[in-house]
T-cell receptor, first 114, second 111 residues
Framework: DGGITQSPKYLFRKEGQNVTLSCEQN?????MYWYRQDPGQGLRLIYY???????QKGDIAEGYSVSREKKESFPLTVTSAQKNPTAFYLC?????????????FGPGTRLLVL | DAKTTQPNSMESNEEEPVHLPCNHS???????IHWYRQLPSQGPEYVIH???SNVNNRMASLAIAEDRKSSTLILHRATLRDAAVYYC????????????FGKGTHLIIQP
């Protein structure tokens, strides 16, 4: 089955620690995205990538970093500079960045700070 | 992206039709109207999208006003599994990055 996988489902971060969230897709999509969702709120865009080795900042990129070395993978690192990292993180992909294209979402990773 | 306005919550009975409204008075001519829904603790799921004409798929129908300043998502026969937060989102036709999510409408289905 084609789809998007995110791991782990739950992640705990200690103060001052960097953590990396995994996102893999086997849909052969060029575009990938990371969103953050706080309780009772909609999703906010962190980073997106249109193609391998290229990515752009979204609305709330501070304290986060990404890489896109392979088409299938778009890992997100939450750095120690992100002071309020507790949230639900969602990865998505689409064929491209055209406005009429559908985004497909993974199941999410919930990050908690110890 | 242009903004959308949706009611915070709506309630409906199982097996009845549901009409979820969305206002987008500042929509531009090339903006697509997308609807996604999200069940608790899950990623959003695509429902339907359109540009100018009404659209139908296996999940729902999308009715777009003639002036495009509003649209309505129609679930023809609601089930308990349709209870979710529904997001109405505009995506710029001239160049798009991610989706801009508002708070959406929390749809409650009564058995």
């Amino acid at each position: 089955d084609g789809g998007i996988t995110q791991s782990p489902k739950y992640l705990f971060r200690k103060e001052g620690q960097n953590v990396t969230l995994s996102c893999e897709q086997n849909l052969n999509h060029d575009a990938m995205y990371w969103y953050r969702q706080d309780p009772g709120q909609g999703l906010r865009l962190i980073y997106y990538s249109q193609i391998v080795n290229d990515f752009q900042k979204g609305d709330i990129a501070e304290g986060y970093s990404v890489s896109r070395e392979k088409k299938e993978s778009f890992p997100l690192t939450v750095t120690s500079a992100q002071k309020n990292p507790t949230a639900f993180y969602l990865c998505a992909s689409s064929i491209g960045l055209l406005a009429g294209e559908t985004q497909y979402f993974g199941p999410g990773t919930r990050l908690l700070v110890l | 992206d242009a903004k959308t306005t949706q009611p915070n919550s709506m309630e409906s009975n199982e097996e009845e039709p549901v009409h979820l409204p969305c206002n987008h008075s500042t929509i531009s001519g090339t903006d697509y109207i997308h609807w996604y829904r999200q069940l608790p603790s899950q990623g959003p799921e695509y429902v339907i999208h359109g540009l100018t004409s009404n659209v139908n798929n296996r999940m729902a129908s999308l009715a777009i006003a003639e002036d495009r300043k509003s649209s309505t998502l129609i679930l023809h026969r609601a089930t308990l599994r349709d209870a979710a937060v529904y997001y109405c989102i505009l995506r710029e036709g001239g160049g798009a990055d991610g989706l801009t999510f508002g708070k959406g409408t929390h749809l409650i289905i009564q058995p």
